[in-house]
């Protein structure tokens, strides 16, 4: 597991540990919203509502060196949400997979950096994602190799929820299940909202949990913004031996930054300077 470079936290104790994640992740929330704002584009609503999920993962539960990105040992992390991806860049930079100065490229020309995640040339990603629906199969496929070649790396996969509405995953969880991938691990982001409206008025999925484990998974529920709640699900995995696991976290769309909080527009909003000032000061800081 990687430490960052400022913090021991497994030295630390648990409230000392839960607030220093807190921290990162609201260090994730202000790059992000810097990057889509230089950048002119972006999803910073999502961006927000996963924070928690990728800080408690690279910070708390992947076994990951950043400066062997590349080790065949390494546990898989997949963001088929890769619309999300200024918050999966703001973690990699200071989880040290490159630089943080290097996040003020993002979705320039040539810049590594790109919309969705590219898996040439930037170390620390796994797939090449933003297609919604292809994060969960490939993930799947990750993990039956791992199987065959008796490996004991784990894959994990975070997929929004309005993405669930893409009929790929379901195969992928009938698959996972029939191959009986314990060492797959998928999140699901279930802030809710998706591009335009609330899930459940575009297309329902609940029960979501009952379905889910309709195609063999075990699934359980957590405050995705709950570091202790997040950190005991992923640290309880394989939930049963010989299945698939499948946390529901619930997060809010744009958390922490209160004129974003729940609200569909900031999908793919892009905050003026002024917003920017504003969102900043809410998360306790500037851009950094």
Same mark, same amino acid.
């Given at each position: +597991?990687? @430490?960052?470079? *400022?913090?021991? /936290?497994? !030295?630390?104790?648990?409230?000392?540990? &839960?607030?220093? /994640?807190?921290?990162?992740?609201?260090?994730?929330?202000?790059?992000?919203?810097?990057?889509?704002?230089?950048?002119?584009?972006?999803?910073?609503?999502?961006?927000?509502?996963?924070?928690? &999920?990728?800080?408690?993962?690279?910070?708390?539960? /992947?076994?990951?060196?950043?400066?062997?990105?590349?080790?065949?040992l390494r546990d898989r992390f997949i963001l088929s949400k890769g619309h999300c991806s200024?918050?999966?860049?703001?973690?990699?930079? +200071?989880?040290?997979?490159?630089?943080?100065?290097?996040? !003020? *490229?993002? +979705?320039?020309?040539? *810049?590594?950096?790109?919309?969705?995640?590219?898996?040439?040339?930037?170390?620390?990603?796994?797939?090449?994602?933003?297609?919604?629906?292809?994060?969960?199969? &490939?993930?799947?496929?990750?993990?039956?190799?791992? @199987?065959?070649?008796?490996?004991?790396?784990?894959?994990?996969?975070?997929?929004?929820?309005?993405?669930?509405?893409?009929?790929?995953?379901?195969?992928a969880m009938m698959a996972a299940a029939h191959y009986q991938l314990d060492n797959l691990?998928?999140?699901?982001?279930?802030?809710?909202?998706?591009?335009?409206?609330?899930?459940?008025?575009?297309? @329902?999925?609940?029960? /979501?949990?009952? @379905? &889910?484990?309709?195609?063999?998974?075990?699934?359980?529920?957590?405050?995705?913004?709950?570091?202790?709640?997040?950190?005991?699900?992923?640290?309880?995995?394989?939930?049963?031996?010989?299945?698939?696991?499948?946390i529901i976290a619930h997060t809010t769309k744009g958390k922490g930054v209160s004129f974003?909080?729940?609200?569909?527009?900031?999908?793919?909003?892009?905050?003026? *300077?002024?917003?920017?000032?504003?969102?900043?000061?809410?998360?306790?800081?500037?851009?950094?």
């Amino acid at each position: +597991m990687h @430490k960052y470079p *400022s913090l021991d /936290l497994d !030295a630390a104790s648990g409230d000392a540990q &839960i607030t220093a /994640l807190r921290d990162l992740a609201n260090a994730v929330r202000r790059h992000s919203l810097g990057m889509v704002h230089g950048a002119g584009a972006g999803h910073p609503g999502g961006d927000l509502s996963a924070a928690d &999920i990728l800080t408690a993962l690279y910070f708390g539960v /992947l076994r990951i060196d950043p400066a062997r990105p590349g080790d065949p040992l390494r546990d898989r992390f997949i963001l088929s949400k890769g619309h999300c991806s200024a918050s999966l860049y703001a973690t990699l930079a +200071m989880a040290g997979f490159f630089p943080v100065d290097e996040l !003020a *490229s993002f +979705m320039q020309p040539r *810049s590594r950096l790109s919309g969705h995640p590219h898996r040439a040339g930037l170390p620390g990603i796994e797939a090449s994602t933003g297609p919604l629906g292809h994060g969960l199969p &490939i993930a799947a496929g990750a993990a039956l190799a791992a @199987k065959i070649d008796g490996a004991a790396w784990r894959t994990y996969v975070l997929t929004g929820d309005g993405e669930l509405q893409e009929g790929s995953n379901w195969e992928a969880m009938m698959a996972a299940a029939h191959y009986q991938l314990d060492n797959l691990t998928l999140i699901v982001d279930r802030n809710g909202i998706q591009q335009g409206d609330r899930t459940e008025r575009i297309l @329902k999925l609940e029960p /979501l949990a009952d @379905k &889910i484990r309709a195609f063999g998974w075990r699934v359980r529920e957590v405050d995705g913004h709950d570091f202790t709640q997040l950190l005991e699900a992923f640290r309880a995995t394989p939930f049963e031996a010989g299945s698939p696991s499948c946390i529901i976290a619930h997060t809010t769309k744009g958390k922490g930054v209160s004129f974003i909080e729940d609200r569909a527009e900031w999908h793919h909003h892009v905050p003026t *300077s002024a917003e920017l000032e504003a969102a900043l000061a809410e998360l306790g800081g500037t851009a950094q």
